[in-house]
């Protein structure tokens, strides 16, 4: 005869019935609020910032003046933020030598510059140490430059050079570019253009020299003239 089971204020089921779960929307709806509060406080920040920026841009760029020779300056191969990574862009390559192995650690320079340093306009014209665009990630079109330059001489190429243009519509620019190797036809070392934008790549612009400038565009306006080209030992003014 089989036990009879005493159920009297037992239910077997109870726990399974599902859990209240707590409250959650006053915590998300606070979470939203403190996060619109602060990029409001960082919205008025910028305002702030970009007012008194514009108000003393004439002396700060005034004091951002540079001579030829503090121009050619800018080009550094030799600071240490730019050799240490010029080592670590060389020491990825086997027994790097710059006669053979450059094209392969410029395009690595090219696209670390690309990626790991992003275009910034500000509406006055300052010059940032490369140590300092290697920590913010950040530079204008002519510091970019300068720092590509830097490392592209760094990795044994002298002849890498910013080059600041003038555009169609009159906006400057600066690019930089380097000489290597020979084109097929004549022989003559085949120059590269480069501007690490994310539309072009490392060997979107290289062949003779005129064929590479009057290639070249930024947001549809090519490039006029060149005003000057400099690295860190020589200076030079030209024209297309």
């Known amino acids: 005869m089989l036990p009879t089971l005493v159920t009297t204020g037992f239910n077997p089921f109870a726990y399974l019935k599902p859990k209240r779960m707590p409250e959650t929307k006053p915590q998300i ?5 403190s996060v619109s509060e602060q990029m ?4 008025d920040q910028l305002l702030l910032y970009s007012h008194i920026i514009n108000r003393y841009a004439d002396t700060i760029e005034a004091g951002e003046a540079k001579s030829i020779t503090e121009l050619r300056e800018l080009v550094a191969p030799d600071d240490l933020a730019i050799q240490k990574l010029r080592n670590v862009i060389a020491g990825k390559i086997p027994g790097y030598d710059s006669n053979r192995d450059f094209l392969l650690a410029a395009q690595a320079a090219y696209e670390w510059v690309k990626s790991g340093i992003r275009e910034v306009e500000v509406p006055v014209k300052f010059w940032l140490r ?9 530079a204008d079109s002519t510091d970019r430059a300068i720092f590509l330059c830097s490392l592209l001489v760094a990795l044994g190429n002298p002849a890498a050079r910013v080059m600041v243009v003038e555009l169609e519509g009159g906006a400057t620019r600066a690019i930089t570019s380097f000489s290597f190797g020979s084109g097929r036809a004549t022989g003559d070392p085949r120059t590269y253009l480069l501007d690490p934008r994310p539309d072009l790549e490392f060997d979107s612009l290289c062949g003779g020299r005129q064929w590479v400038l009057s290639s070249y565009s930024h947001k549809g306006k090519r490039i006029e003239k060149v005003l000057y080209e400099f690295n860190n030992t020589e200076y030079a003014e030209g024209a297309v």
């Open 29 to 33: 709806s606070s979470m939203v609020a």
């Open 40 to 43: 409001q406080a960082a919205r």
């Open 130 to 138: 490369p140590e300092e665009i290697v920590d913010l990630g950040v």
